[in-house]
């Protein structure tokens, strides 16, 4: 007699029809599934990309209107004006230049009423050319009101304005796969935000203040515009959200970064993006190819105070966010149209009767171990040697979640302890920017006036100190937002004399500077090494600026680099020769809130966000000091 291939006809016949009915069902599913959530998707990506970049546009009017503000209230002050109806060009290049250096202008200006250069803040030796052709000038000499907002600058009005901005402005054309044919390879334009007013003296228009900001090369609008829209979300280890400022076509200022890992400045917008957006002034929202990715993009022109185009405002998420959730849903759909299909079988198996208490202690043990209970199934003597092998196989299934069980509670303890560290600290940075920042503004601003007004009487003592302690309260929550924030060092590979010489070539033009000689003792063999500029630009003002807290009465400031070829590092050492630090404070240097400066001066904050960014490049930093004959820290950084 013939052996069957199976036991019965009607089991075979039962669990293939269940396979079939699951079959069936798990394909419409999947394919219905996946279109639903992929239309979702998209819905969803769209909206929050079109709500992204209404909040771009809403963060930069912001910014001109913020520095409108500071123009206006800088053109009325009577310094200002009196030292312009006076023609005092000394008095203003120094009041031009703390304006530039406190609010982060790149130009600051004051003209003649018929729109010559009266002072550059930037090229003093500069003067007495015209200006009267700028738009914004234009405006506020017909209205004899205040204008602000965006503007292109040509070459040769960028050099006047002064070489360091000459040499920031131009920018290399880099052409992409879906971009137009650009007119020139360089764009030595200055794409520019800028504000205007009037002087007045008695209804009498004496003079126009005019300032602007450089966006060619400019990271800090559009790295802060990313943070507060999209956090520090990455997918695949690049940034899910980014933001980019055009000049017509061309990226002058993006956090999109190419294949190299570096800011795609200077590559060209897709040619359609470039006729909807720039040449027909609409907002686009969609998919775009961006440099080498395709995202989720929103586009908005930019115009300047005559309405014409001059660039683009951007916004977007990568696409491969979305995509990786439709793939895993894809993924999920089929592990559950697999587990149906077992469970049909064990179903099958359980209506033809047969194997039936095997199934049911299966079943059984299965609830148990979905309530925690991971009990192990034991053999009866007469079970056959089928059940006996599901058991086994149960009981070693049920011993491995057990222990993934206890792994990923592990996991998700340590993950909930610090997502509740991280959202405390949050909520506190959070807290600490919107319930005291805008008070702090609304009193420093109000103070100042009041000052001003007030200068002479009784009361001009008490609103100093109100001032100068509201700019104390708002230098402490700076401080304590700075260290909360853990951004990630975006590294490039960079020369760190190059770094120091840049970051002195902004401190020496502080007043804590006049007295103290700076000293560099560089290694010019010093291998480039990956390090976040930015970041390291910072870690020396904290100390330069400490050191010449140190020498009130003026000393020297050494800055000593070298090279260490056995252990493959780079050491950095600066040394002032102040007072010192006695040796009970050395060990509490990088503590919190621990400060040597006197009250009033010094938040505690400056060396622990400097050990942070040491820290966050894998490198250290160690004091010695010595009370009476100076100061000095060596930061040491790999060079691999």
């Known amino acids: 007699m013939r052996r069957r291939l199976f036991p019965s006809n009607i089991r075979f016949k039962l669990v293939v029809s269940l396979l079939l009915i699951v079959a069936v069902t798990g394909s419409l599913s999947l394919v219905i599934g996946v279109n639903i959530i992929d239309k979702n998707l998209v819905r969803e990506a769209t909206e929050s990309v079109r709500n992204s970049l209404a909040a771009t546009t809403e963060l930069y009017n912001e910014e001109v209107e913020k520095r409108s503000r500071i123009v206006q209230y800088v053109a009325k002050t009577s310094e200002i004006v009196q030292a312009t109806m006076t023609g005092d060009r000394a008095y203003l290049r120094e009041a031009l230049g703390r304006i530039k250096t406190e609010f982060g202008f790149d130009i600051v200006n004051v003209l003649n009423p018929d729109g010559t250069v009266l002072v550059r803040a930037n090229n003093f030796d500069a003067w007495g050319d015209s200006v009267a052709h700028y738009r914004h000038i234009q405006w506020v000499l017909r209205n004899r009101k205040p204008a602000a907002g965006t503007g292109i600058l040509g070459p040769e009005n960028i050099r006047n304005e002064g070489r360091n901005l000459a040499e ?65 979300e990455r997918n695949r280890g690049r940034e899910v959200g980014s933001s980019t400022i055009f000049l017509e076509d061309v990226r002058v200022a993006t956090t999109v970064m190419d294949s190299a890992g570096k800011r795609a400045i200077g590559t060209l917008v897709s040619d359609e993006v470039f006729r909807n957006v720039f040449e027909e002034g609409r907002t686009w929202i969609g998919p775009a190819f961006v440099v080498d990715s395709w995202y989720i993009s929103g586009y908005a022109p930019l115009k300047d105070i005559d309405g014409r185009p001059v660039g683009m405002l951007y916004a977007g998420v990568l696409k491969d966010k979305y995509d990786d959730v439709l793939r895993t849903t894809a993924v999920l759909y089929l592990l559950v149209i697999g587990l149906t299909t077992l469970i049909a079988i064990v179903l099958s198996i359980y209506l033809v009767g047969l194997w039936t208490r095997p199934v049911r202690r299966i079943m059984a043990a299965t609830q148990d171990i979905a309530d925690g209970n991971y009990h192990r199934i034991e053999t009866l003597p007469k079970d056959d040697d089928d059940t006996r092998k599901i058991a086994q196989g149960f009981n070693v299934m049920a011993a491995a979640i057990e222990e993934r ?24 940075a959070s807290g600490i920017a919107h319930e005291i920042n805008n008070p702090l503004t609304g009193v420093l601003t109000y103070s100042s006036l009041l000052l001003e007004d007030l200068q002479g009487t009784e009361y001009a003592k008490d609103l100093e100190v109100i001032r100068d302690e509201t700019l104390r309260c708002r230098k402490i929550v700076r401080g304590i937002l700075d260290f909360a924030r853990e951004n990630v060092p975006e590294k490039i590979l960079a020369d760190i004399n190059a770094v120091l010489d840049n970051a002195l070539a902004i401190l020496e033009r502080n007043v804590h500077f006049q007295d103290i000689e700076i000293v560099r003792e560089y290694d010019p063999d010093l291998p480039r090494i990956p390090v976040d500029v930015h970041q390291f630009t910072q870690v020396i003002s904290n100390l330069a600026m400490n050191a010449a807290d140190a020498m009130p009465g003026g000393g020297r400031l050494t800055l000593t680099t070298s090279f260490d070829r056995e252990k493959r590092r780079i050491i950095l050492r600066i040394a002032d020769s102040g007072t010192g630090i006695p040796p009970e404070h050395q060990v509490r240097l990088f503590e919190p809130f621990f400060t040597t400066k006197d009250k009033g001066k010094g938040t505690g ?18 004091v010695k000091s010595a009370v009476g004959r100076g100061t000095e820290f060596t930061i040491t950084l790999p060079a691999d």
């Open 168 to 232: 920031r402005t131009p920018i290399k054309a880099v052409p992409t796969p879906l971009s137009r044919r650009h007119e020139s390879s360089i764009e030595d334009r200055a794409l520019v935000m800028k504000a205007a007013s009037p002087i007045m003296e008695n209804g009498r228009m004496v003079g126009l203040l005019y300032a602007a900001v450089l966006l060619n090369n400019n990271d800090s609008f559009i790295d802060r515009f990313r943070r507060l829209l999209f956090k520090e």
């Open 405 to 428: 069980d206890r792994e990923l509670q592990a996991m998700a303890e340590r993950t909930i302890l610090k997502s509740e560290k991280l959202a405390s600290l949050g909520r506190l």
């Open 605 to 622: 904050l400056g060396l622990p966000v400097v050990y942070g960014i040491i820290r966050r490049h894998n490198g250290t930093i160690d």
